[in-house]
């Protein structure tokens, strides 16, 4: 069907994770895109909880449901972020991260098969 490697799964990632929240601050942001795509890239911080495992990183784990702020539960949380005003940018960063991170298994099937 399509072919990817290992190099450019690791592109699609970091595109997703650092240069495409920019795009989607600067598109709906306003003149408070700089603010908001810095809330955006704080949301990388959920990354914390790969700590708690061991090894930390691990190229062809998938994070969705392995670690606790990756966990369908924690992803419910942030869903509902969606709905108040004070939290929908974080929600949207917090989803955003977990669309590409399960982006990233999907991806993994074929790079480490
Ligand atoms: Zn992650």
Redesign the pocket.
Known sequence: MFYICRQMQFFLHYFLHLIFPAAIAYTLGGNRWKKLYLILLATML??LDHLLATPVFSACRC?INFHPL?SYYAIAVYFFGLFFRKTRWWSAGLLL?MAT?GLDCYLSLKTCA
């Open positions: 959920v990354d994070s990756h991260h991170d």
